[in-house]
């Protein structure tokens, strides 16, 4: 081969694989970020530090979002039976979106013993972007619930981003923030819920009418059982 056409074809090679390269980017960027929580508990206040990961997979037209921890935040001075702790948190976002979106998790699969750091388990949300675009994921607060009291967790060191994605609004979606199984918080209040309507609704309104119309058959019925017996009275 001549020293020009190898030249082409190495530049060619060279081109391929750049486009390659290119191809293959990452659309997301994880990383784990220790973040320091004060606690309000019903015992005091309490501080601990924890790394945390959160992992996006594209589920449909939106992304499951996994919140974890590497180290306990919290302690009871209590044993905590199993199912007793209940777990949720908010996660921020940040970059082609804003707001904040919820994850919740089960509740704990074994005792917890006294005065030892609460393991919360993963907890999972569905991200449904409205806009495209990368957006980041933050540890948010965490709420604790166990035995009647409420637990809550605040980030105080300003932690960065543990996820960020390079998200694609699904077709005919504008402006707007993303959507999540656990319902977007946004800074305005929520609206006081709707009537419900629908088959539930129909349902009870059939039976509603149904056992109207029946009471007023028997009342019916009963009223000319009635005059039948006093016209025979008469006779």
Partial sequence: ?????RTAALASVAALAGSAVLMTAPAAR???VNVNYQCKTPIGDKSAVS???????????????TMSWQKGVSSSPVDL??????PSATIRLGGADSGTMSVTGPANQAVVPANTPIKINDLTGT???????????TAG???????????????????????????????????????????????SGTGAALPQTGPEDSAIA????GGTVLLAGAAGALWLTRRNQAA????
């Fill in 1 to 5: 081969m001549s020293y020009p056409k």
């Fill in 30 to 32: 994880a990383e784990v």
């Fill in 51 to 65: 790394p945390i990961d959160i992992k996006g997979v594209k589920s449909g037209g939106g992304y499951k979002i």
């Fill in 81 to 86: 039976g199993k199912g007793a702790m209940n």
């Fill in 127 to 137: 991200y449904t972007p409205k806009k495209s675009g990368k957006v980041t994921f």
């Fill in 141 to 187: 607060v965490l709420t604790i619930k166990a035995l009647g009291t409420t637990t809550t967790c605040t980030p105080t060191n300003s932690p960065g981003a543990s996820l960020t994605l390079d998200v694609t609004a699904a077709s005919g979606s504008t402006g707007g923030t993303g959507s999540t199984d656990g319902g977007t918080q946004s800074d």
């Fill in 206 to 209: 059939l039976g509603t009418l």
């Fill in 232 to 235: 025979r009275a008469h006779r």
